[in-house]
């Protein structure tokens, strides 16, 4: 059986999707750069992207002259900025289209942030008259996500957050996990062992969310195991985005805790519960607690908390549980 309770899981080296510009290519409208440094430096360490600039993919060259969204904030054109005859929605869309087709081994996609093409999140839309009304969404990006609604997105702004870079990389292994398991062919089996194993990583974002989860696998006899699995997946990826505090962090750790209750000196317990709650004050970041559990499971196995994937979500290396 596959340990995730110890250092030396060999994680997979994942593909990964990104806007060109993100990885220091010139290929912006003005002919410049926006190199993301933790997205190069320390994702690239476990990961290797495969760049996209949907914009250069359609013709445009650089330099050229800027776009942007204009009209219906839910349904924008995408229209040149000087020559408001130049309209490249079509093209973006159907490139879009056309690399969604190029994701299903991919573990997730990094989006440049604002941009009328790659933009996920408050794109500027535009009236005719120039004037900034709603928020939307890149055409190309739009494109992508609509084909690949559970693919983990981020744009590269919101990586300097640490807690919405952890999310993202948590996302990004647990898809890669569930490729995997599609590409092994679906059994009941195999995916109540997947929930098994995640219980209590998706527990810190939503122990409701949970419940449905085990309530899908709970009758898998004579059933459309691939319509329970597109049905489990869509509720776990939704999940996974919500962002997750101190509290409900300490809260599963505290569960996990327990596992080692008759195992432990007074003193041991203490140190532990100590740690948990310097955490949630913010006094230390979430790796001190974890350290400190995953070293008892050193000395004291468990073999249910062994197959979790809470304790090693993600490589070491990142250091993301040493700043949330």
Partial sequence: M???????????????????CLLGKAVRYDGNHKRQPWLVEALGRFADF????????????VPR?????????????VRGVVDQSIDVTDALHAYGEEVAGQLNDMAGYVFMSKSPSCGVYRVK???????????????????????????????????????????YVTR?????????????????????????????????????????????????KGVDLDKVAADYIDELMVALQRRVGPSRHVNVL????????????PGDKQELLDSMES?????????????LLRHHFRHHPD??????????????????????
């Fill in 2 to 20: 596959m340990t995730t309770a110890s250092p030396d899981i060999e994680f997979p080296r994942l593909r990964i999707g990104v806007s060109s």
């Fill in 125 to 167: 839309v535009r009236l005719d008259n120039g004037q900034a009304t709603k928020k939307g969404r890149g055409a190309y990006a739009a494109a992508v996500i609509c084909r690949c609604p559970n693919l983990p997105v981020e744009e590269e702004g919101r990586l300097n957050d640490p807690v919405l870079r952890e999310n």
């Fill in 254 to 265: 505290q569960h996990i805790m327990g596992y080692l209750k008759r195992r432990l000196t």
């Fill in 279 to 291: 955490y949630r004050r913010g006094d230390v970041p979430m790796i001190v607690p974890v350290t």
């Fill in 50 to 61: 495969v760049p996209y600039c949907p914009e250069m993919a359609i013709g445009l060259g």
């Fill in 65 to 77: 002259e800027p776009i942007q969204l204009y009209g219906d904030p839910e349904n924008p054109r």
């Fill in 303 to 324: 073999d249910y908390i062994s197959m979790q994937w809470y304790l090693w979500p993600y490589p070491d290396g990142l250091g993301l549980r040493s700043h949330t």
């Fill in 172 to 220: 990004l292994y647990v898809w890669h996990r569930w490729i995997t398991l599609r590409s092994k062919g679906l059994t009941p089996a195999g995916l109540i062992d997947f929930h098994t194993r995640h219980k209590y990583l998706v527990m810190a974002h939503s122990q409701a969310a949970y419940r449905r989860m085990g309530q899908l696998l709970s009758h898998l």
